[in-house]
């Protein structure tokens, strides 16, 4: 059996799943502390199952964007780039927020080194260089550093190479390399590589406090973190790539939304506490952003998912007097607050109940709205819906869409540009269940010369870098396969060149014996 845990901002939410099938859910609302709030959550689960019963826990958690966002416990920060004579114009963290930049200590150094887009060296490393800037940060105190070659991830032979160096002089430091969670343009790529840089202690932190409740409870299973491609990697994984676990949230309702609904080409719309999230689904996996994605301020290339988000869920506050919905929400306390649960507040959940789009037993509490009123306030969060949705669609042609989320009562389902409306059984919990079924994943590109070598051959090597990565995030090496590949001609650059990219992915071991086909 396995358990599938969401972190949300106003919900925490939990399932035990034994392969395909579904055996308990439950939802209780986040706390301050986000440990206590998933201690809450397993206790009620679990209560009554044999601890080792339990194969794997699956979490997708807001830890690492929230240490972002709030910039608390992040690691001082270096970042090294390999590159000279190459890329002085713009020096590392150039495009970064000033506030976020000095949270981290801002220190950055270039020294010779990086490759060309064909893998040829622009200058050999200078390791007498490395070995000043080591003494460098060991005076500084610093505690992380990310290493940055040019075109890295065509040949990172420099950069593990500095890693290794590294390693050797500062042990007691990390090290991150850019090759390893970002594509080929190089801000963007070691903008990346800094954000994890400076999130690996957050990430030991938070691995070690999701540990010590599954302890408190007996849970001896192996624990995986959500990544934002909507597969797992396991605990060792994520604590060396915590920026892999960013918007890992709304992947994981996309692909419970897939498993939910039996879709696998859909635009999912899933409606949470306090925000909306809408994203496509091809194939059973949610598309990725085609353009460089802003995390904290900051841009970057790793793959995100493409979601479109708005300030509207089931704990948005109505203001009558201003005929505005949000983007302030109740959040947790939705339960205290809302009209329908002997509040003061009115939120959407009231309204959606006024116009019947949802029953409780207290309807007797909302006697004070005017139905009229409510139903165009319905009526703005359906256009609202509607413009997400025709965001996301690629053409004019009518998709299907599924709601999911626990505030996914307040839409409609009579959706412009929709070919059906799917509100399945159990979506309010989609998102736990994405963490619960997801596969392991690994993926990468580089650019090949296809003067230098055969389009198969490069195609073989990329795949085989690609299972292999999946393998290491904690993949089963016989269920894993290539789900997606990806050829880019690179006509700006000399020369017969392509960029090809990769995706596979594979099965985690269930109790019994089988994994939910996508």
Known sequence: MFVGLDVGGTNTDAVLMDGAELLNKIKVSTTSDVT???VAALEQLLRGIDANAISGVMLGTTHFTNALLEQKGLSQTAVVRLCLPATQLLPPLVDWPNDLKNAIGGFTYMVEGGHEFDGREISPLNFDELKRISNDMRRKGIESVAVTGVFSPVNPTHEQQAFDFFQEELPHIDVTMSHENGRVGILERENAATLNACLRSVGRQSICSIKEAMSLLGLKAK???SQNDGT????????????LAISSGPTNSMRGAAYLSGLKDCIVVDVGGTTTDVGALVNGFPREAS????????RTNFRMPDVQSIALGGGSIVYPEEMRIGPE??????NNRALVFGGDTITTTDVAAVVGLVRFENSNQL???????????????KYNIEELVDRMKLNTEPVPVVLVGGGNIIVPEDLKGASEVKRPEHGEVANAIGAAIAQIG??????FSLDKIDRLQAVEEIKSEAMRRAVTAGARMDTVEVVEIDEIPLTYLPGNVTLIRAKAVGDLYSSSGTTPDL
């Open 291 to 298: 353009l460089a994605v802003n995390i904290a301020g900051v």
């Open 36 to 38: 206590a709030g998933l």
């Open 232 to 243: 797992l990697m396991d605990e060792t994984f994520a604590a060396r790539l915590p920026v």
């Open 442 to 447: 690994g993926q990468v590109e580089k650019v």
């Open 223 to 225: 624990l995986y973190l």
């Open 329 to 334: 929400s109740v959040g947790f306390e939705l």
């Open 367 to 381: 006697t004070s709205l005017d139905p009229s009123i409510c139903q165009k306030w319905i009526d703005l969060i």
